[in-house]
């Protein structure tokens, strides 16, 4: 059996063959993702299951990764239509836990022959929801006024516009253009605009020159998430043509769902053409503290565990360095998760899902939180400007403070941050 062919006789015709009246994107959709869907339903298996968060809080077995697939083995089969099931695929964060605890990823080789894309399918359905005229009314909304505005409508005390996505960097004396510029994602530009504030001051400190984009639009990211893929090309164009405008060569990214973005979505969209180097702030700055560039030496009296971001830990395999970063920082008592586990825990921030269910966003962080609780620390350390909002939230009414480990650092080196936490 080749890759093309179909997984089982019933993907082989059926509702699928002469006389099929589904609309071409169905057809599409169908085409590309029916062997990966019957190889992950006729598995069996449900490992999947108990890591995914919002499985963990709902126990609702139409949100699992499983019935994601099994949905598409019966859209296949004539029994369903997208129309039936789009409102399942909400309810996903995105975060990839599935993806790693899958068999078809860990027993490579035999006849799982598939790795299991349950990200890149729930994406996949609610862009064909969207394109079917079926679309979830806070993703909708959100997506409209991001395309309104150019950036995501988060909630802060600046207006969320062009005329202030430079606002967070009054008074540090940027330049606009240059060879390196720093991108800065619309919650920490809006709202967490102490974090842009203190990864400026450090990277200003260490003797790092870049700039800020021309014209900064949202990356687009969140918008391909949600269904909305034609809205996520235009951004990703806008911002593509302003780095080249400029002579961009490297982009530093402070949030991983930027990283994300620009690593794997705008690579998709461009090419060959796309040519510019992407460097993960944190990454970088574990590497300046290595070579001595960097050395923290502020004592800070915390005691810390630290919230491995979904998109860098389990997306992108980033987790030993913010670990580095906060071993360097003097005073901190770090007590780290279970290595076994940690990477199954969520802040529930991610993939749209406080958008249109900000109380399984709440319920995921409160679990997540009681985690914490349990190692008897008095902050929980972050690296993802959007997964700090809800953490804090769930932490207040646990007596844990929400940190991200860019002011954590700046507070080391004698940084004076300024600008709002968001808390």
């Known amino acids: 059996m080749t890759d093309s062919e179909p997984c089982s006789p019933a993907g082989a015709g059926g509702p699928a063959g002469d006389g099929d009246r589904r609309s071409p994107a169905t057809a599409e959709f169908l085409a590309d993702w029916r062997n990966a869907a019957y190889n992950c339903f006729s598995s069996g298996h449900k490992f999947c299951r108990e890591v995914c968060p919002v499985m963990q809080v709902t126990r609702n077995e139409s949100w699992s990764p499983t019935a994601f697939h099994a949905n598409v083995v019966a859209m296949e089969q004539g029994e369903l239509t997208v129309e039936d099931v789009a409102e399942d695929y909400v309810n996903c964060t995105g975060c990839g836990a599935c993806e790693l605890r899958c068999p078809n990823t860990l027993f490579t080789g035999d006849f799982y022959r598939f790795r299991t894309r349950t990200v890149d399918l729930v994406k996949r359905v609610r862009a064909l929801a969207v394109e079917s005229g079926v679309h979830q009314p806070g993703h909708r909304r959100w997506n409209e006024l991001t395309e309104q505005r150019a950036h995501e409508p988060v909630l802060g005390d600046v207006p969320v516009s062009q005329e202030h996505v430079r606002d967070w960097a009054h008074g540090l004396g940027l330049p606009v253009g240059g060879e390196t510029i720093l991108f800065v994602d619309c919650e920490a530009a809006f709202h967490r605009t102490s974090v842009p504030r203190a990864v400026a001051q450090i990277l200003r400190l260490a003797g790092v020159e870049f700039g800020l984009m021309g014209e900064q639009w949202c990356c687009g990211g969140p918008a391909a998430e949600m269904g909305y893929r034609d809205q996520a090309r235009r951004f990703a164009e806008h911002n593509l043509a302003d780095w080249r405008a400029g002579g961009v060569r490297r982009v530093l990214v402070l949030d991983p769902h930027d990283y994300v973005t620009f690593t794997e979505d705008y690579p998709a969209y461009f090419g060959d053409a796309y040519d510019v180097e992407i460097v993960l702030v944190v990454e970088l700055l574990a590497k300046l503290i290595e070579d001595g560039t960097l050395t923290p030496t502020v004592p800070v009296p915390r005691t810390i565990t630290y919230h491995d971001p979904c998109r860098l830990n389990k997306r992108k395999g980033v987790w030993q360095e913010p670990r580095r970063v906060l071993r360097a920082i003097p005073g901190l008592t770090f007590h780290d998760e279970d290595r076994v586990t940690q990477w199954s825990y969520c802040s529930g921030a991610g993939g ?72």
């Open 352 to 423: 749209g899902l406080p958008v249109e269910r900000p109380e399984l966003t709440a319920r995921i962080s409160g679990s997540r939180m009681d985690r914490a609780a349990a190692l008897e620390v008095d902050t929980l350390v972050s690296a993802c400007p959007w997964s700090e909002r809800p953490l804090a939230e769930a932490g207040r009414a646990r007596s844990i403070d929400v940190v991200d480990i860019h002011e954590l650092l700046a507070e080391s080196l004698g940084i004076e941050v300024g600008g709002s936490t968001g808390r």
